[in-house]
């Protein structure tokens, strides 16, 4: 499947507009990301799992965020929840200044690795509880988690810049939605939500 294939039948046919996005996704290698016995499947319509019960998300999902995110490229983001690290290189393909957050060492070594072999190693992985974000690095300008939990913890919100948005899925494992709001003063606005299943924010 070619670049063109996949993004024209997982991304654009289901509302992807932003140009930067699809042009990030494009350049993005997903197959350094996923597991080496997975590496034929890396650009399937799917999550694929990882390492201690992860997963990588669908491509789609990954778009879908960094499009609500709405990321002009001089902002500096925090990526819960580093995963394979497939996340935090489109992030930064679209924002100056990328922090991802892991809380198993093993998953955060490896996505450094992955990270630095695709050209990515000015992203910054951290080892530690996402749902504190790092207030020695905020504010943020934007943020993309990729765990749920029943409600968006407070630290992240208060991490959030004024005008800036985050993405995160609020649910239980059965029952999950993904919202994109914006921080208006202490108000949030709605800007996007879809169905979603994501791991659990632990």
């Given amino acids: 499947m070619t670049a063109g294939d996949w993004i024209a039948d997982q991304l654009i046919r289901r509302g992807i507009t932003d140009e930067?996005?699809?042009?990030?996704?494009a350049r993005v290698p997903r197959e350094l990301f996923v597991r080496a016995d997975l590496?034929?499947?890396?650009?399937?319509?799917?999550?694929?799992?990882?390492?201690h019960g992860q997963t990588i998300s669908q491509p789609f999902i990954v778009a879908f965020i960094?499009?609500?995110?709405?990321?002009?490229?001089?902002?500096?983001?925090?990526?819960?929840?580093?995963?394979?690290?497939?996340?935090?290189?489109?992030?930064?393909?679209?924002?100056?200044e990328v922090h991802s957050v892991e809380r198993i060492p093993e998953l955060a070594a490896n996505a450094r690795?992955?990270?630095?072999?695709?050209?990515?190693?000015?992203?910054q992985v951290h080892v530690g509880d996402g749902s504190l974000g790092l207030p020695d690095v905020a504010?943020?300008?934007g943020i993309a988690a990729a765990a749920a939990a029943a409600e968006m913890p407070a630290a992240l919100w208060q991490q959030l810049e004024d005008g800036?948005?985050?993405?995160?899925?609020?649910?239980r494992r059965r029952s999950q939605r993904l919202y994109v709001l914006e921080r208006v003063g202490e108000e949030q606005r709605l800007v996007a939500t879809i169905p979603a299943r994501f791991v659990p924010l632990v």
Avoid: H, K, N, W
């Fill in 20 to 25: 930067r996005v699809l042009e990030a996704m």
């Fill in 39 to 51: 590496r034929d499947l890396a650009y399937e319509d799917a999550a694929l799992p990882l390492e």
């Fill in 66 to 96: 960094c499009q609500g995110l709405a990321l002009d490229g001089d902002e500096r983001v925090l990526d819960v929840g580093t995963g394979s690290g497939y996340q935090a290189a489109v992030l930064a393909e679209l924002a100056a």
């Fill in 113 to 123: 690795r992955a990270l630095s072999e695709a050209g990515y190693e000015r992203v």
């Fill in 139 to 141: 504010p943020f300008g």
């Fill in 164 to 171: 800036g948005r985050i993405a995160f899925p609020i649910g």
